[in-house]
């Protein structure tokens, strides 16, 4: 068992954090200025782009993607790729989608490569790879306890040669941008089917008739720049050509759509924690209180050794996650996927905690990143399942070794 990258993969992660070190962290504070400039906290600035153009000429583009297809040939393997996303998440705002490997569209674009039509991947697809526009994923609702994917009651009614979609849906990140063109849409087509056999997914564009964004939802009063959004759905009415997979397949689909995608997350988490932990030790060795530095205060010292202990494991785990799913598959590496995604957002959180302490006033501030890091990362304990969800799958699958 090794989690060293290959060569390849070793290659890669130099060139990431020569594009971090030389043109990403640099950016920032132009990104901050042209939005501010937009006006628009849903706005696209121009600095988005030209990171774009940069990481595609370094052959920093859709590493995301594990799957050799026309678009792309030449895969990273999921163990490559969580070294590279734990870099990228060090400035999630900005380096991810600079690599076109931002959440929802990495998830959607494995979904249409894996399940979707020709005709669907030549309109949708091949967009996405290529940056040109944006998705969201529709699967969350405001009147049932989505963390429980069957309980969804969106309907998806077939009428002649179309689909008829009547429901609701919140937190659908993505769909406030004006560069989001589609939804990949989760809802029941048959009520009386087995439990699993219920849902199926569909594609809506988001300039369908009778779809409304009724407003975006804000996280502790930050709004995101592509969204938290809640959906209207009435009378919406697609072609029966823009089902994913067939009827009743939904479920299954959005079980292959997790996996991949909680290893994109607990590594940038990772990344996020790694920052933190950087920007604490550069305040507590410039800060004095009762006369001595903060670095040499005890109880700051044991934030640090926590922070690089905590963080050490986390990794060790995704990465073993991750190795999993290279050389078993997502259903062999099931309960470590379940068990990274406990653990590398509440990791993450711990440290962003300390480091907001160790900032003081500054750290709750905008100021620093340290508050929206924070947003972001308690965010993610529900996002793609939440805590009790996973915990729950872990002990089922650990006292299954007890029973007769």
Same mark, same amino acid.
């Given at each position: 068992?090794?989690?060293?990258?290959? /060569?390849?993969?070793?290659?890669?992660?130099? =060139?990431?954090?020569?594009?971090?070190?030389?043109?990403?962290?640099?950016?920032?504070?132009?990104?901050?200025?042209?939005?501010?400039?937009?006006?628009?906290?849903?706005?696209?600035?121009?600095?988005?782009?030209?990171?774009?153009?940069?990481?595609?000429?370094?052959?920093?583009?859709?590493?995301?993607?594990?799957?050799?297809?026309?678009?792309?040939?030449?895969?990273?393997?999921?163990?490559?790729?969580?070294?590279?996303?734990? #870099?990228?998440?060090?400035?999630?705002?900005?380096?991810?989608?600079?690599?076109?490997?931002?959440?929802?569209?990495?998830?959607?674009?494995?979904?249409?490569?894996?399940?979707?039509?020709?005709?669907?991947?030549?309109?949708?697809?091949?967009?996405?790879?290529?940056?040109? #526009?944006?998705?969201?994923?529709?699967?969350? /609702?405001?009147?049932?306890?989505?963390?429980?994917?069957?309980? #969804?009651?969106?309907?998806?009614?077939?009428?002649?040669?179309?689909?008829? $979609?009547?429901?609701?849906?919140?937190?659908?990140?993505?769909?406030?941008?004006?560069?989001?063109?589609?939804?990949?849409?989760?809802?029941?087509?048959?009520?009386?089917?087995?439990?699993?056999?219920?849902?199926?997914?569909?594609?809506?564009?988001?300039?369908?008739?009778?779809?409304?964004?009724?407003?975006?939802?804000?996280?502790?009063?930050?709004?995101?720049?592509?969204?938290?959004?809640?959906?209207?759905?009435?009378?919406?009415?697609?072609?029966?050509?823009?089902?994913?997979?067939?009827?009743?397949?939904?479920?299954?689909?959005?079980?292959?759509?997790?996996?991949?995608?909680?290893?994109?997350?607990?590594?940038?988490?990772?990344?996020?924690? =790694?920052?933190?932990? =950087? $920007?604490?030790?550069?305040?507590?060795?410039?800060?004095?209180?009762?006369?001595?530095?903060?670095?040499?205060?005890?109880?700051?010292?044991?934030?640090?050794?926590?922070?690089?202990?905590?963080?050490?494991?986390?990794?060790?785990?995704?990465?073993?996650?991750?190795?999993?799913?290279?050389?078993?598959?997502?259903?062999?590496?099931?309960?470590?996927?379940?068990?990274?995604?406990?653990?590398?957002?509440?990791?993450?959180?711990?440290?962003?905690? &300390?480091? #907001?302490?160790? @900032?003081?006033?500054?750290?709750?501030?905008?100021?620093?990143?340290?508050?929206?890091?924070?947003?972001?990362?308690?965010?993610?304990?529900?996002?793609?399942?939440?805590? =009790?969800? @996973?915990?729950?799958?872990?002990?089922?699958?650990?006292?299954? &070794?007890?029973?007769?």
């Amino acid at each position: 068992m090794s989690f060293e990258p290959s /060569e390849r993969g070793a290659a890669l992660r130099a =060139e990431l954090l020569d594009f971090m070190e030389s043109r990403v962290y640099p950016a920032e504070p132009v990104y901050e200025e042209q939005m501010a400039a937009l006006g628009d906290p849903h706005g696209h600035p121009q600095v988005i782009e030209d990171l774009k153009a940069e990481a595609r000429r370094r052959g920093l583009w859709n590493l995301f993607m594990p799957h050799r297809t026309e678009w792309t040939p030449d895969p990273v393997s999921n163990l490559d790729y969580a070294h590279l996303a734990e #870099i990228s998440g060090r400035a999630m705002h900005l380096a991810p989608e600079a690599m076109n490997c931002s959440a929802p569209d990495t998830g959607n674009m494995e979904v249409l490569t894996l399940f979707g039509t020709p005709e669907q991947q030549e309109r949708w697809l091949v967009p996405l790879l290529q940056g040109e #526009i944006r998705s969201a994923f529709a699967m969350t /609702e405001p009147d049932v306890a989505s963390s429980d994917a069957t309980n #969804i009651q969106l309907r998806i009614e077939r009428d002649g040669d179309e689909y008829v $979609l009547n429901g609701r849906k919140w937190w659908i990140s993505g769909a406030a941008s004006a560069r989001c063109k589609v939804l990949i849409v989760m809802g029941k087509t048959n009520p009386d089917a087995p439990r699993h056999l219920q849902q199926s997914m569909i594609l809506v564009p988001m300039d369908a008739p009778g779809l409304t964004v009724v407003r975006d939802l804000p996280v502790f009063g930050y709004q995101d720049r592509e969204g938290h959004c809640e959906l209207r759905f009435e009378d919406v009415r697609v072609p029966v050509s823009n089902l994913i997979g067939e009827e009743g397949s939904g479920f299954a689909i959005a079980q292959a759509r997790l996996g991949p995608g909680r290893i994109h997350h607990c590594m940038r988490c990772i990344g996020v924690a =790694e920052r933190a932990l =950087e $920007l604490m030790c550069r305040r507590v060795t410039k800060r004095v209180a009762f006369g001595r530095p903060l670095a040499q205060q005890g109880v700051i010292r044991e934030w640090i050794a926590d922070s690089r202990i905590e963080i050490e494991q986390a990794r060790l785990l995704t990465l073993k996650a991750a190795w999993l799913m290279d050389t078993v598959g997502a259903k062999g590496a099931a309960i470590e996927i379940s068990a990274i995604k406990v653990v590398a957002p509440n990791t993450a959180l711990r440290v962003v905690d &300390r480091a #907001i302490q160790a @900032h003081g006033g500054g750290g709750v501030s905008d100021d620093f990143p340290l508050a929206r890091m924070y947003a972001g990362l308690r965010t993610l304990r529900f996002a793609d399942g939440p805590d =009790e969800v @996973h915990r729950r799958q872990v002990a089922r699958t650990e006292l299954a &070794r007890y029973e007769d």
